[in-house]
């Protein structure tokens, strides 16, 4: 199985800020089509996950450009550009490349 | 509007069964592979199953494997969660799933369904 690892744990964030999540893979993500299957999702409180970004880089539709995903192979990032208050949750990384599909074990995104 | 809703969750005993459905609208169901993940309360998400789009073939997490069976009516536009031999490791909430092919992305989910296997 392809483990999937976040950093940080947790982070707190003033408002207007940057924020910036980090995830690994034990094995390369990156597909031989070119695409690396890497997905980020926000579980805001009380809610189902919604998908930020796929393919390591790749904004959902209706996703705020403050948010842009990185990396390739083993190493990609999320970034927020400017934290806003509605971005709390917990983000997760994901990949799909195979099965069993593995989730980061998450981050909790708060304000200050 | 695409919507999953799923249901069939409930209070069971260990050792005990379930049946979960997920009822699909707003996008070809026929078309689409579906998911069942999982989230244990307080804890991360759990990939569990996967069914094709016609049903011929599936696949399980291991610590489901052999207890679990997804299946899907593309004519009612539903899919299931059919448990068995549950045990207080499985109490989580249940979410049904569509991956986007062919990247396999999950872009719609369900509110989720919870199962509690407690005596």
């Known amino acids: 199985d392809i483990v999937m690892t976040q950093s940080p744990v947790s982070l707190s964030v003033t408002p207007g800020e940057p924020a910036s999540i980090s995830c690994s893979s034990s094995q390369s993500l990156l597909h031989h089509d070119g695409n690396n299957y890497l997905d980020w999702y926000l579980q805001k409180p009380g809610q189902s996950p919604q998908l930020l970004i796929y393919l390591g880089s790749n904004r959902a539709s209706g996703v705020p450009d403050r948010f842009s995903g990185s990396g390739s192979g083993t190493d990609f990032t999320l970034k927020i550009s400017r934290v806003e208050a509605e971005d709390v949750g917990i983000y997760y990384c994901m990949q799909p490349l195979q099965t069993p599909l593995t989730f980061g074990g998450g981050t909790k995104v708060e304000i200050k | 509007e695409m919507q999953l809703v799923e249901s069939g969750g409930g209070l069971v005993q260990p050792g005990g069964s379930l049946r979960l459905s997920c009822v699909a609208s707003g996008f070809p169901f026929s078309s689409y592979s579906m998911f069942w993940v999982r989230q244990v309360p307080g804890k991360g998400l759990l990939w569990v199953s996967r069914?094709?789009?016609?049903?011929?073939?599936?696949t399980y997490a291991d610590s489901v494997k052999g207890r679990f069976t997804i299946s899907r009516d593309n004519d009612n536009n539903t899919l299931y969660l059919q448990m068995h031999s549950l045990r207080a490791e499985d109490t989580a909430v249940y979410y049904c799933?569509?991956?986007?092919?062919?990247?396999?992305?999950?872009?719609?989910w369900g509110k989720g369904t919870t199962v509690t296997v407690s005596s």
């Open positions: 799933a569509r991956p986007f092919y062919p990247f396999y992305y999950i872009d719609v």
């Open positions: 069914i094709s789009h016609d049903g011929s073939s599936t």
